[in-house]
């Protein structure tokens, strides 16, 4: 279901977590309108998508957040022997620098960030993933941010392995108030697609408080 080229990128198209109307998935696979809607049945049918009516309009997302890791995850194999190369074309470049991933930051930033609470003792690891320390809970009031309880039936924070940099980002709830939170700050803006892009007041207040020895993770 995957292996299709169509149905490839319509499903890379939502792994930003926004919701997406027909037409639009079928610009980004560049297809028509009628081979798109085809496609969104079977990927409805399988259970990869789910559609959501607002008011006469249908939207279109991944079923869940496994979906996106799944697709994160064959990316890795089907890349593993070309890694380097793939990402170092310019196309990519922004990408790889910070990317949104099913609602968390991923890319270089997002390893940054995760890099940045390991540094500073600011996780503990249990079996769901990890937990806040008190260290943690403090850079996070320092960024302005506290954090809502782990809401039932949602992991809290783990680990996710970065599709460009083979390294792991935070992903989970605490993951996605994050990256809220850094674009609520003006840190961080959309730019297109999944792409993100540190604003300059991002360069100024964010940047200089993340680990810059991303070997430490």
Known sequence: MMADPARSLMLAYLLSGELASAGELALAASISPATASAHLSKLLETGLLVCEARGRHRYYRLASQDVGHALEA????????????????????????????????????????????????????????????????AWLASLGLAPQLPRPGRRFAYPCLDWSERRDHLAGQLADELLRHFMEKGWIRRIEGRALALTPLGVQQLLPILASDQGST
């Open 74 to 137: 064959l990316a890795l194999v089907a890349e593993r022997s070309s890694h380097q190369q793939s990402w170092e074309h310019p196309a990519r470049q922004r990408l790889r620098y910070a990317r949104c991933c099913y609602g968390h930051l991923a890319g270089e930033l997002g390893v940054k960030v995760l890099a940045t609470l390991h540094a500073i003792d600011g996780l503990k690891a249990t079996r769901a993933g990890y937990d806040l320390t008190a260290h943690g809970s």
